[in-house]
């Protein structure tokens, strides 16, 4: 079965650190680009970041640059995501999603079934 | 700053119409644009990609055309299943469009 995983969410205090995985089954993990995309309570989509197959190219968004780091492990299939200065907007279900080509270009056509990150004192 | 406009933000309609979804960007992208359908409680689902091809597995009732800085997404013979946001993506994600059902 072809699926993508995430783990490590959970209850973090303002300032604070995370660590996201997603764990990708059944794939040529190394030959597609990957993101994170989140969804905040009651808001919309975001794509917060991106990296290629091979680890290159890089995408952040606004929201998150200098804060969060994106980066993947080729020979364990997995893609995290390393979440700092962590604030109360950040609180949002994070989902992993595997692009349609190696290069990072929003086609995504697998998707993990989100990890939820709560930041709150 | 990029920014996609969705419009309408909530659309309402009978089984069986025509939705049309509208999507513009404050420049061009081209047709690097992707249309995807989120359902409460789901991961959302690729419905569109490069302005008009279909995903795996989408059927032909979704449609997608445009080019530079406007692109629509059309959603035939609306069905109970078709309940859902929708989204636009370039760069960013739009706002969403709430399709219900009357």
């Known amino acids: 079965e072809v699926k993508l995983m995430e783990s490590g969410g959970g209850l973090v205090q303002p300032g604070g650190s995370l660590r996201l995985s997603c764990i990708a089954s059944g794939l040529n993990f190394n030959t597609y680009g990957m993101s994170w995309v989140r969804q905040a309570p009651g808001k919309g989509l975001e794509w917060i970041s991106g990296l290629s197959d091979s680890g290159d190219g890089t995408f952040y968004s606004a929201s998150v640059k200098g804060r969060f780091v994106i980066s993947r492990d080729n020979s364990r299939n997995t893609l995290f995501l390393q979440m700092n200065s962590l604030r109360g907007d950040d609180t949002a279900i994070y989902y992993c999603?595997?692009?349609?080509?190696?290069?990072?270009?929003?086609?995504?056509?697998?998707w993990g079934q989100g990890a939820l990150v709560i930041v709150s004192s | 700053e990029f920014v996609l406009t969705q419009s309408p933000a909530t659309l309402s309609l009978s089984p069986g119409e025509t939705a049309t979804l509208s999507c513009r960007a404050s420049?061009?992208?081209?047709?690097?644009l992707a249309w995807y359908q989120h359902k409460p409680g789901q991961a959302p689902r690729l419905l569109i990609y490069d302005t008009s091809k279909r995903a795996t597995g989408i059927p032909a009732r979704f449609s997608g055309s445009g080019s530079g800085t406007d692109f629509t997404l059309t959603v035939s013979s609306l069905g109970p299943e078709d309940v859902a946001v929708y989204y636009c993506l370039a760069v960013s994600f739009g706002g969403g469009t709430k399709v219900e059902m009357k």
């Open positions: 420049q061009s992208v081209g047709n690097q």
């Open positions: 999603a595997k692009d349609s080509d190696p290069d990072i270009r929003g086609y995504f056509d697998l």
